[in-house]
Nanobody, 123 residues
């Protein structure tokens, strides 16, 4: 089972990026999927999650209105559209899957993790 996150890069403040997380080895269509991030010297923090059906989403306050999570279960892929990026969004972004039926913002709810993709926002 593998989660492959990609789409990161270097962007100027105010710019946009779309992260993708492709799953292989099993289907995650009934599982919540989340995005987390970790900046240098900081703990990993919750960014957003989406339920298996896509009907429920949640975001950390600092990204509300700027980031949008979505999923395409036919492609076994989850996306994070990031607009109006700020330097404080700079971090390694990780996607994760929660296969136990639990949803939420705690990393403990997630049992599969991708390798991370670097997002750097310059001022």
């Amino acid at each position: 089972v593998q989660l492959q996150a990609y789409g990161g890069g270097l962007v100027q403040a105010g710019g946009s990026l779309r992260l993708s997380c492709a799953a292989s080895g099993r289907t995650f269509r009934s599982d919540a999927m989340g995005w987390f991030r970790q900046a240098p010297g900081k703990q990993r923090e919750f960014v957003s999650y989406i339920s298996g059906s896509g009907s429920r989403t949640s975001y950390r306050d600092s990204v509300k209105g700027r980031f949008t999570i979505s999923r395409d279960n036919a492609k076994n892929t989850v996306y994070l559209q990031m607009n109006s990026l700020k330097p404080e969004d700079t971090a390694v972004y990780y996607c994760a899957a929660a296969t136990s039926g639990v949803e939420g913002s705690s990393p403990r709810a997630y049992d599969y993790w991708g390798q991370g993709t670097q997002v750097t926002v310059s001022s």
